[in-house]
Structure formats: structure tokens, C-alpha cells
Nanobody
Framework: QVQLVESGGGLVQAGGSLRLSCAASGRTFTDYHIGWFCQTPGKDREFVSAISWSGVNTYYAGSVKGRFTISRDNAKNTVYLQMNNLKPEDTAVYYC?????????????????????WGQGTQVTVSS
């Protein structure tokens, strides 16, 4: 199995930037597609962004497209989420998650279902 640890969250003013990191250990990193989800109290986890195991394919929620960029460094077993022009509505706990490489990812990446492994989350707070 794979273990995931998020970092990089914090408090930032609207319009600012943060870079989240998701560091993986355990199984071979390229065995997994990686997704980012966010969650606010009382709500389900929502899809933010995802990247295929090779890094070739990336996906974004409409609300973050053009502001967030996902990337991965397979040599460092890390996925990054660069968050620019942050808005107060981006405030949430952000989780990264891993889905097995054999998953039909192009049709399932935005659902929580294919992700078998989750990190503990990192808080992002954007003040107005």
C-alpha cells in the first residue's frame, strides 16, 4: 500500500498563493494516479484536481481551472498543487488520494470511489 502526507496549507489573503505537496511512501509511486479533493464542515469531499500516473493527463474542477496547477515529480514521489489567485471560497481541508494505475481513470477521476488511499489533510484558509 501507499502512504500519503500533505503539507503546505496555511492562512493566506485573497489573491495570494499556496503550494500544496503530497508526499508518498510505500509502494511504487508510478503505480498510482493522484487526486486532490477538498472538504468543508458538513459537506462531502469535492474534486479539485487530478493527475495520471505518468503526469501526461491532468484534470481540474471548473472552479479552479486557470488558477490551480497540478504536477508530479515521480523521482521525488511527490505531487504538487500550485494554488494561485486564491478566493475565500477555496477555504477547506485539502486531501490527496491515490488510485491504482489500472483504474479507468479518464472517466472516474472526479469521484472518490477509485481512490483507495488518503492522506490526513491540510487546512487552507483564505481571508477576504
Amino acid at each position: 500500500q501507499v502512504q500519503l502526507v500533505e503539507s503546505g496549507g496555511g492562512l493566506v489573503q485573497a489573491g495570494g498563493s499556496l503550494r500544496l505537496s503530497c508526499a508518498a511512501s510505500g509502494r511504487t509511486f508510478t503505480d498510482y494516479h493522484i487526486g486532490w479533493f477538498c472538504q468543508t464542515p458538513g459537506k462531502d469531499r469535492e474534486f479539485v484536481s487530478a493527475i495520471s500516473w505518468s503526469g501526461v493527463n491532468t484534470y481540474y474542477a471548473g472552479s479552479v481551472k486557470g488558477r490551480f496547477t497540478i504536477s508530479r515529480d515521480n523521482a521525488k514521489n511527490t505531487v504538487y498543487l500550485q494554488m494561485n489567485n486564491l478566493k475565500p471560497e477555496d477555504t477547506a481541508v485539502y486531501y490527496c488520494a491515490a488510485a491504482n494505475r489500472t483504474t479507468l481513470y479518464s472517466t472516474t477521476y472526479s469521484s472518490t470511489q477509485p481512490y483507495g488511499y488518503w492522506g490526513q489533510g491540510t487546512q487552507v484558509t483564505v481571508s477576504s
